[in-house]
Nanobody, 116 residues
Framework: QVQLVESGGGLVQAGGSLRLSCAAS????????MGWYRQAPGKQRELVAS???????SYGDSVKGRFTISRDNAKNTVYLQMNSLKPEDTAVYYC??????????WGQGTQVTVSS
């Protein structure tokens, strides 16, 4: 059974930085794609960033140039370095992984709050 353990959320002032981590376990197929989504109150969940097992990355337009996604394949862990945070980055951030079968799994979410 796939399990995702997220950490690193919290409260930060605008312009500050946070680093999110998501450790995945339980898949004999490995984790093809790992990524982060976020959902703010009253808004749809949106892609923040994703990374494939070979290192190809994708970013949402609103975070390009400020956020960096990376992964440690040996640890099955994905990281999201968030710099120059803005109040509009406030949301619950969810880790998502996709395994070789195409099945997706979601983490429980971690709150990120950016104060102005």
């Amino acid at each position: 059974q796939v399990q995702l353990v997220e950490s690193g959320g919290g409260l930060v002032q605008a312009g500050g930085s946070l680093r999110l981590s998501c450790a995945a376990s339980g898949s004999i197929f490995g984790f093809n794609v790992m990524g982060w989504y976020r959902q703010a109150p009253g808004k749809q969940r949106e892609l923040v960033a994703s990374i494939t097992s070979s290192g190809s990355t994708s970013y949402g337009d609103s975070v390009k140039g400020r956020f960096t996604i990376s992964r440690d394949n040996a640890k099955n862990t994905v990281y999201l370095q968030m710099n120059s945070l803005k109040p509009e980055d406030t949301a619950v951030y969810y880790c998502k992984v996709t395994i070789a079968t195409g099945w997706n799994y979601w983490g429980q979410g971690t709150q990120v709050t950016v104060s102005s």
